[in-house]
């Protein structure tokens, strides 16, 4: 297939240093200018290079142009709570927000993807960094350090997987953090020669965000040290805590919510950071008691998920779960037995009962729904031609994506093919290319007042139909943003805690009815058309 | 919060030796002789004799105290002084010339007890120098029981020797907290004191100027100065006679100075006075006759034997009045003066609490055994230590600063939780409270306990720290309850009082200041004085006054008497008379009407509190005070203390259901935090003249000179004739305490009313510091909250500005 596109296909026999090395080797069996870095599953849209080249001849110290990455599956939060279609990913928080932010300082980082260097700098590199498991964000730093420059292009201009359960997300999760320690650790950026003073801040934060775990886990035990032992970890009275803390709060929620709600909905990077930091945390500690030790592994992203089930890294959580609703009860207990603490007590106990909605809203993260369609569907409208036993008729595609399409058939003869048939298609191409048919596996027939919809699955048997798939979902990176703008909007603060705290308490009864094997039972309360 | 009482107890707080402020809602009035008619009568033992007394032979002098002068030696600082609750601890110092010291001596205690406290647990000990030298029983409810042993020779040294009143009491039939407020022994200063058991020796027997503490005072612990001084009339001595005042009080160390100018020698001197002849050798020798011999031909200053029968006169005379002036300065007030920038390290508190109360000039940590509270436990339900600490004159950080107490202490597992804590009073008020609320005992150690700085002021500042520790077998109180069983609380003298860097400015008009440390007089070069009437009468309450500034200040001011308001120049200024005296115009500088000189003398006498000539009136305004009734300064007159309650109560009661919501949010902020909807309101400019409200005797006020920026203070009584009592009452120590604000007006005996200052200025006391700055605005946004609010949020939008134009400005365009 490699020779039928025109690709040249290297692999390796020992895989040193991980991904630097390949792409390491990469690097030594080309030559071309500029390198374009691309993760497996990951695929540019045609207008990939014409958005992103044009930088490099601007700047000649220009060593990277970054772009987004667009995931076209949801993450196991956004798959199994259920929020990918409304509400914005994660990632949208860091491309959308952060990597802007830095950029403007001139210190935007490689993220491993969806990127073009200029080989004459990572020439002065030697190539890629191999030194920690985050051989991206090294390189870029070791580059910046050197008085190069980087651009990052605010366009979705790829389209990729992400981890789809729980388990690899943690994975992937994992290394991110142990990666970005060994940078703190090893390049010191704060203290890091030649970078400006916006660029060791930039590095700093972004490495010192991985600490995050230590705060969550104070913020999750400090409570129960009260409820359980009587150990005052800081003493304040419930007026005082409203003055101070609550107002704290809120101040702090309607900050961010102003700063970058449309990106972020309230509680949900709470959320994010608790069911992380029960691995993180663990893993952050052992980086930084071993920094050479961590080693890169590859995040997988491609399995599937077939049946419900609670994540093999799931039960930490029903623990934390389990405990929370204890400190609940000592919480009660406490009033109970000693009145004159109850005002301490009250707000302890309602500090547990936030931490415990968040551990709630684990249980819903780690709880696994099965994955409905594999990939996200854009809508495309392109004229074409179908071919089924000799059956002929003019079609217009409603949507496509990577690995199956819907068309409408604009004939009445069609509604008689059964489904499971092969068929040959032909489109109209966006740019001049050799003409030819897709195999399409028929899946389901909707007759309707307009005429047939039809699904169809990809059966690509030559280099040529993944050119006309390649040219039918990769066309057009514009579907992208428009998907994710169509997220994009600001619930508000009073609105969002409303939706989290429902949420929250329908994740908790999923969750344990999950562990109870209860599924069955649930399968009402789960819409089944909603899946993904 | 609990805050049962506001500032008004703070007056009453620093009374210290004299009374003790009893923040509970129930008690007795102790003055009362006998505690009135019992529903039944609990027999109170019979005066046996202390067992400890042995049968001297002095013990029948004791009940004739009158007839010879000079038989006896008063040693309380007031004329009562009331050891309250479970336990409750008095020290002070009194000092004894070299014969004194020498005599065969007898300790005369007189004491009267609550009815409640229990005989047979109850116990009142008398150390002096450490030693004890009486102990015996509470049991004398019924009247004043009177004891005396001789004191072991030896006992008593020369000079400074220090007396302590330890008392044990327990209630007789109730465990609960609030009874341990009904407890009180009240030491009587008439029967207590030293006598000499051979009455022929003539104790008071001054060799030097070094003998002026000596002196002592009277039974209500008043120090009489008479200064004789045949030309006091005569403007040409007004300068002497108040450099002459200020320099003996300061020498003596006395607790309560009253200066009596004459131009005659007293008939008859009583104990606590000391005679001074001041004039001319001429004039001199014109009051004696003769002079005595070591004063003959040249300036003089020394003891000489008075003509009259009684104790030695200090005799201060020269060839003409500018050489006395001279000699006075070097002789008398040279010795105690001390450089305006210079602190001192400890306040003068010896004449009624002993240590000296250490005076906090910067940052400072004091432990427990330097403030004299030792290590000790409690078994009872409430235990309170007390600790004084003296802020300086341009203290100013009440709004801004917390002193923080680390705690060393301990309390049993007895200790029931819920009812049981730990409270921190400032001059009275609630500061702190820490609940002991573990059911398994506690240890503290090094407990941080943050006291807010808001009660302190300038001057001495007491600190009280009490234990309230309720147990089980206090809810049942069965019999024998309340005797004393196992321990319940400790406190170890290893726990600090930390007081942080706090504001330094001066602030005017503040009598506050000049009544704690006699600032802003204390530090100007000169000060002006202006009199009603260059008289006797206004001589001896200038002096009187001067005295006590002097006292307060640590150091003589240097006085220029002036005949009117035109003269003073760039000096701060005091103002003493009567109103009608008052020159024209010169009032409305202090900021009190003018016309108030021709209204105030014509009004009647009101009903006033006439003061109780043996002084327990000090102690009934206390107990007034506390019976809750919770003043707080405004402006409506001095009749009617409650009204900001009554208002408080009416404002909850009136208004629609939103109004009345948001009033109880108001009230809740103002109890919980503080803060009130009250306090966003900017302080009014208009300046508005006091007019004194009816029954008013004297007023004290103060005000700012606009153009010199200098601080006028005004001491004005209503008639002539009462001005020289009025400045007496008012120096004594509740009263003087109590001066606050720009005006405070004095009613009656005690009772005091202040009006705060609607707008003050700054002075600036010390080398400007940026950290002295940031500490004083802080204090001033903390008090200014609204405008504090205002700058926040100016501060918010400009940082907000600032980084959007800045963003704007630096890092790629994007």
Same mark, same amino acid.
């Given at each position: 297939m490699c020779d039928g596109l025109g690709v040249t296909y290297l692999t390796r026999e020992r895989n040193i240093s991980a991904k630097a090395g390949n792409l390491n080797n990469g690097i030594a069996h080309s030559d071309g200018e500029l390198i374009v870095v691309f993760d497996a599953d990951h695929a540019p849209a045609r207008s990939f290079l014409t958005e992103t080249i044009g930088y490099f001849g601007k700047d000649p110290k220009l060593f990277l142009v970054q772009t987004p990455h667009f995931f076209i599956n949801p993450d196991p939060l956004e798959r199994n709570l259920q929020t990918f279609k409304t509400m914005p990913s994660e990632n949208e928080m860091f491309y959308g927000i952060i990597q802007r932010g830095l950029d403007k300082w001139d210190s935007s980082f490689f993220c491993g993807s969806a990127a073009i260097l200029r080989r004459t700098a990572l020439q002065t590199t030697k190539g890629f960094s191999g030194r920690s498991i985050t051989e991206d964000a090294e390189t870029a730093i070791t580059l910046h350090a050197s008085g190069w420059h980087s651009v990052y292009v605010d366009k979705p201009l790829i389209a990729g997987l992400q981890p789809a359960t729980f388990t690899s997300f943690i994975g992937q999760r994992s290394r991110w953090a142990q990666g970005m320690m060994q940078i703190l650790l090893y390049h010191r950026p704060m203290f890091k020669r030649g970078l400006s003073l916006p660029q060791r801040l930039c590095y700093s934060s972004s490495a010192l965000f991985w600490l995050f775990p230590f705060a969550r886990m104070i913020f999750l035990v400090a409570p129960l040290f009260y409820l /359980? /032992?009587?150990?005052?970890i800081f003493t304040a009275s419930g007026p005082e805590f409203i003055a101070y803390v609550l107002s704290y709060m809120v101040v702090n929620l309607m900050m961010q919510n102003y700063l970058y709600g449309r990106f972020r909905w309230p509680w949900i990077s709470e959320l994010y950071e608790f069911i992380q930091s029960v691995y993180l945390l663990p893993a952050v500690i052992s980086v930084l008691l071993n920094p050479s030790k961590p080693t890169f592994k590859v995040t997988a992203k491609n399995e599937s998920l077939e049946t419900r089930r609670v994540s093999e890294l799931g039960q930490p959580f029903f623990i934390i779960f389990a405990v929370l609703s204890l400190g609940v009860a000592a919480t009660y207990w406490r009033i109970i037995t000693e009145p004159y603490n109850a005002d301490t007590t009250l707000v302890v106990g309602l500090w547990n009962i936030l931490n415990l909605l968040m551990a709630g809203c684990a249980l819903g993260v780690v709880s696994e729904r099965p994955e409905g369609r594999a990939a996200r569907r854009f809508a495309v409208k392109r004229r074409g031609e179908i071919t089924i036993d000799g059956l002929r008729a003019p079609i217009v595609t409603e949507n496509v994506s990577v690995d199956g399409i819907a068309i409408r058939v604009m004939s009445r003869d069609f509604d008689k093919v059964p489904v499971g048939s092969l068929a040959q298609a032909s489109f109209e191409t966006t740019i001049d290319m050799p003409k030819g048919t897709l195999p399409l596996r028929v899946t389901r027939l909707n007759p309707d007042e307009k005429g047939l919809l039809m699904g169809g699955r990809y059966e690509p048997s030559a280099p040529l139909h993944s050119r006309i798939i390649a040219d039918l979902a990769f066309s057009d990176a514009k579907n992208w943003s428009e998907f994710q703008k169509a997220r994009r909007h600001n619930p508000g603060v009073i609105y969002g805690t409303l939706r989290f705290l429902r949420l929250a308490i329908f994740q908790t009864s999923r969750g344990i009815s999950y562990l109870f094997g209860l599924y069955r039972l649930s399968r009402p309360a789960s819409r089944p058309g909603a899946a993904e | 919060m609990k805050r049962p009482g506001s500032s008004w107890l703070a007056l009453a707080a620093l009374m210290g030796a004299l009374a003790i402020a009893v923040p509970a809602p129930a008690q007795e009035k102790p003055s009362s002789p006998a505690p009135g008619p019992a529903p039944f009568m609990i027999a109170p033992p019979s005066p046996a004799p202390a067992p400890e007394t042995p049968p001297a032979p002095a013990q029948q002098a004791v009940p004739a105290p009158t007839s010879p002068v000079f038989v006896f030696k008063a040693l309380l600082p007031a004329a009562s002084v009331t050891l309250e609750g479970e336990s409750d601890t008095r020290n002070w110092a009194f000092n004894l010339t070299q014969d004194e010291a020498g005599a065969d001596l007898n300790l005369d205690i007189a004491y009267q007890n609550a009815l409640v406290v229990m005989p047979e647990v109850s116990r009142l000990t008398v150390r002096i120098n450490g030693e004890r030298a009486v102990e015996v029983p509470v049991a004398s409810s019924d009247r004043l029981k009177r004891t005396s042993v001789a004191l072991r020779k030896g006992l008593l040294r020369p000079g400074r020797n220090t007396i302590g009143f330890d008392v044990v009491q327990r209630h007789r039939t109730d465990c609960t907290v609030a009874s341990t407020y009904e407890l009180w022994t009240r030491i009587d200063g008439a029967g207590t004191r030293l006598s000499f058991r051979n009455p022929g020796t003539r104790p008071l027997k001054l060799h030097s100027i070094d003998d002026l503490p000596a002196v002592g005072a009277d039974e209500t612990g008043v120090t009489t100065l008479v200064i004789v001084a045949p030309s006091a009339s005569h403007a040409v001595a007004a300068s002497s006679i108040f450099a002459v005042a200020q320099a003996l009080a300061l020498r003596g160390r006395y607790g309560q100075v009253a200066v009596q100018v004459t131009e005659q020698l007293p008939d008859r001197v009583r104990p606590g006075t000391l005679t001074v002849g001041l004039g001319t050798r001429e004039e001199m020798r014109g009051l004696f006759g003769t002079l005595p011999a070591e004063a003959g031909g040249r300036s003089f200053v020394g003891f000489v034997e008075s003509p009259r029968k009684g104790a030695d006169l200090l005799l201060v005379t020269g060839e003409s009045w500018p050489e006395l002036e001279a000699l006075i300065g070097k002789l008398l007030t040279a010795p105690v003066s001390r450089a305006t920038n210079i602190n001192r390290k400890t306040m003068d508190t010896a004449s009624w609490h002993v240590p000296d109360a250490p005076f906090i000039a910067d940052r400072q940590a004091l432990r427990f055994s330097e403030l004299g509270i030792p290590t000790q436990e409690s078994s009872g339900r409430r235990m309170r230590v007390r600790a004084l600490v003296a802020m300086p004159g341009d203290f100013y950080a009440n709004a801004y600063g917390e002193a923080t107490l680390y705690l060393d202490g301990a309390y049993s597992e007895d200790v029931l939780p819920g009812d049981s804590h730990i409270e921190i009073f400032v001059n009275g008020n609630v500061a702190a409270t820490v609940p002991l609320n573990t059911t398994t005992g506690g240890l503290f150690r090094q407990f941080p306990i943050s006291i807010p700085l808001r009660h302190f002021r300038p001057g001495v500042n007491e600190i009280w720290l009490e234990a309230v520790t309720l147990a089980k077998t206090d809810l049942s109180? $069965?019999?024998?309850?309340?005797?004393? $069983?196992?321990?319940r609380f400790a406190l170890f003298d290893t726990s600090v009082l930390a007081i942080p860097d706090f504001a330094k400015i001066g602030i005017s008009p503040n009598l506050a200041a000049v009544a704690g440390t006699g600032f802003p007089y204390s530090v100007a070069p000169h000060v002006a004085l202006v009199m009603g009437r260059q008289d006797i009468t206004n001589l001896s309450a200038a002096a009187t006054l001067l005295a006590r500034i002097a006292q307060s200040a640590s150091r003589p001011l240097s006085v220029d008497v002036l005949a009117g308001a035109a003269g003073v120049g760039d000096r701060p200024a005091l103002i003493v008379g009567a109103a009608g005296q008052m020159p024209a115009g010169l009032l409305p500088r202090a900021g009190i009407a003018e016309n108030v000189r021709a209204t105030w003398p014509q009004r009647g006498d009101a009903v006033v509190v006439t003061p109780d000539a043996e002084g327990a009136a000090v102690f009934d305004a206390v107990i007034d005070r506390l019976q809750g009734r919770q003043t707080t300064p405004e402006n409506s007159g001095g009749d009617a203390p409650t009204t900001e309650a009554i208002r408080e109560r009416w404002r909850g009661s009136l208004g629609g259901s939103l109004a009345r919501y948001f009033i109880a949010v108001d009230q809740w902020l103002q109890r919980t935090f503080d803060l009130s909807f009250a306090q966003l309101r900017t302080p009014s400019r208009a300046p508005t003249l006091y007019e004194p409200a009816e029954g008013t005797e004297l007023i004290a006020a103060q005000a700012v000179d606009p153009e010199t920026r200098q601080v006028w203070t005004a001491f004005v009584a209503r008639r002539d004739e009462t001005l020289q009592s009025s400045v007496s009452r008012i120096v004594s120590p509740g009263n003087w305490a109590g001066m606050a604000g720009q005006i405070t007006a004095f009613r009656g005996a005690q009772e005091a009313h202040v009006i705060s200052a609607a707008s003050t200025s700054f002075v600036m006391t010390r080398p400007f510091s940026l950290a002295n700055m940031r500490l004083v605005a802080a204090n001033w946004m903390s008090s200014n909250i609204g405008i504090y609010a205002l700058a926040l949020l100016t501060a918010c939008i400009a940082l907000g500005t600032g980084t959007f134009l800045m963003l704007g400005r630096l890092g790629r365009r994007s």
């Open positions: /359980f /032992f009587g150990l005052e | 109180c $069965g019999p024998g309850a309340t005797l004393p $069983g196992k321990n």
